[in-house]
């Protein structure tokens, strides 16, 4: 069954959009992620406009989001006020990000440096989390099937000033990386159409020693607000978000995220950590694969120039 986009001016088959959505939503709910690094470039892969796609995206996370952060509300592990700290530096990060998105596409360069940047990000995070997680697993191992956090260890992190305790994530740091972390995040948002979770989860566990439990609920809270605020600006400010397309992937990522707020809670921290490494390599190897590789068209294009049909 197809259905028109009217923004992205295209036929898409209903079924394949939702289960794209389901499939994104099912990931949000189980890692604590908007889903957005794998979403945005599974649209462009169906050949929707990247520009479309990454608008459109930012849309369809706040519907997973809100369903994955209500399942984790209902289990007590979502960290409101260091949330709602992430969420205003989230706001200005948006801000900025969509006046960068505005700039990139008026010069021609969005969809190259939309690429680029997930490859960079993806691959980056990526390696650095599957190398953390395989050594908690040999921990884990080690102590008998205990995974071990060192709670008591410090970074430069926890000395700088305007320290603000955080009852439910039990820590006492520094208001500055909650914001700028938020910040980074909204920036994602606005240029990548992602939820920043990639970035956020490893940042909040590795950097700000926030409980593993707690990370994915707060995660999902403020990817939620701060998503829906980059959809509001993205539709007023460049027009690129087609809700005939992001009702259908909300549709699907509503229903995927409830079940896999359950998956997860089965998982140990380190085993989620691992998947979530495995799923944002994945994603890495493909698009640095489109970027590298000469695309097919380019010599349909040469024939045409030639005097083709």
Same mark, same amino acid.
């Given at each position: 069954?197809?259905?028109?986009?009217?923004?992205?001016?295209?036929?898409?088959?209903?079924?394949?959009?939702?289960?794209?959505?389901?499939?994104?939503?099912?990931?949000?709910?189980?890692?604590?992620?908007?889903?957005?690094?794998?979403?945005?470039?599974?649209?462009?892969?169906?050949?929707?406009?990247?520009?479309?796609?990454?608008?459109?995206?930012?849309?369809?996370?706040?519907?997973?989001?809100?369903?994955?952060?209500?399942?984790?509300?209902?289990?007590?592990?979502?960290?409101?006020?260091?949330?709602?700290?992430?969420?205003?530096?989230?706001?200005?990060?948006?801000?900025?990000?969509?006046?960068?998105?505005?700039?990139?596409?008026?010069?021609?360069?969005?969809?190259?440096?939309?690429?680029?940047?997930?490859?960079?990000?993806?691959?980056?995070?990526?390696?650095?989390?599957?190398?953390?997680?395989?050594?908690?697993?040999?921990?884990?191992?080690?102590?008998?099937?205990?995974?071990?956090?060192?709670?008591?260890?410090?970074?430069?992190?926890?000395?700088?000033?305007?320290?603000?305790?955080?009852?439910?994530?039990?820590?006492?740091?520094? @208001?500055?990386?909650? +914001? #700028?972390?938020?910040?980074?995040?909204?920036? $994602? =948002? *606005?240029?990548? /159409?992602? &939820?920043?979770?990639?970035?956020?989860?490893?940042?909040?566990?590795?950097?700000?020693?926030?409980?593993?439990?707690?990370?994915?609920?707060?995660?999902?809270?403020?990817?939620?607000?701060?998503?829906?605020?980059?959809?509001?600006?993205?539709?007023?400010?460049?027009?690129?978000?087609?809700?005939?397309?992001?009702?259908?992937?909300?549709?699907?990522?509503?229903?995927?995220?409830?079940?896999?707020?359950?998956?997860?809670?089965?998982?140990?921290?380190?085993?989620?950590?691992?998947?979530?490494?495995?799923?944002?390599?994945?994603?890495?190897?493909?698009? @640095?694969?489109?970027? +590298? #590789?000469?695309?097919?068209?380019?010599?349909? $294009? =040469? *024939?045409?120039? /030639?005097? &083709?049909?």
């Amino acid at each position: 069954m197809n259905i028109y986009l009217p923004i992205a001016e295209m036929s898409v088959n209903i079924f394949i959009l939702f289960a794209m959505g389901g499939g994104v939503g099912f990931l949000s709910g189980m890692f604590g992620v908007g889903g957005g690094f794998l979403m945005t470039p599974l649209l462009i892969f169906y050949n929707i406009p990247p520009a479309v796609a990454v608008a459109t995206e930012a849309n369809q996370i706040v519907a997973s989001s809100f369903s994955g952060a209500l399942a984790h509300f209902r289990r007590m592990t979502v960290d409101v006020k260091l949330g709602l700290f992430m969420l205003a530096g989230g706001i200005v990060g948006s801000t900025i990000g969509v006046y960068i998105f505005q700039a990139l596409r008026d010069a021609g360069q969005l969809d190259l440096v939309i690429s680029l940047l997930y490859v960079i990000f993806l691959g980056t995070v990526g390696t650095l989390m599957m190398i953390e997680s395989l050594n908690a697993m040999r921990k884990v191992k080690k102590t008998g099937g205990v995974e071990v956090r060192k709670s008591s260890q410090h970074n430069w992190i926890h000395g700088l000033p305007f320290k603000v305790r955080f009852r439910r994530s039990k820590i006492y740091l520094s @208001a500055i990386p909650v +914001l #700028v972390l938020g910040m980074l995040v909204g920036i $994602l =948002a *606005s240029i990548m /159409g992602v &939820g920043g979770g990639f970035i956020m989860v490893p940042a909040m566990i590795y950097l700000l020693r926030v409980p593993t439990n707690v990370v994915i609920g707060t995660s999902l809270f403020q990817i939620m607000f701060t998503t829906a605020y980059t959809t509001i600006i993205q539709a007023t400010t460049n027009h690129t978000v087609d809700f005939v397309l992001a009702i259908i992937l909300m549709v699907g990522g509503v229903i995927g995220a409830q079940f896999g707020a359950q998956v997860g809670q089965k998982l140990r921290g380190d085993q989620l950590r691992a998947l979530l490494a495995l799923m944002v390599l994945a994603v890495c190897v493909r698009l @640095a694969y489109d970027l +590298l #590789v000469t695309p097919s068209e380019l010599f349909s $294009l =040469a *024939s045409n120039l /030639g005097g &083709g049909h």
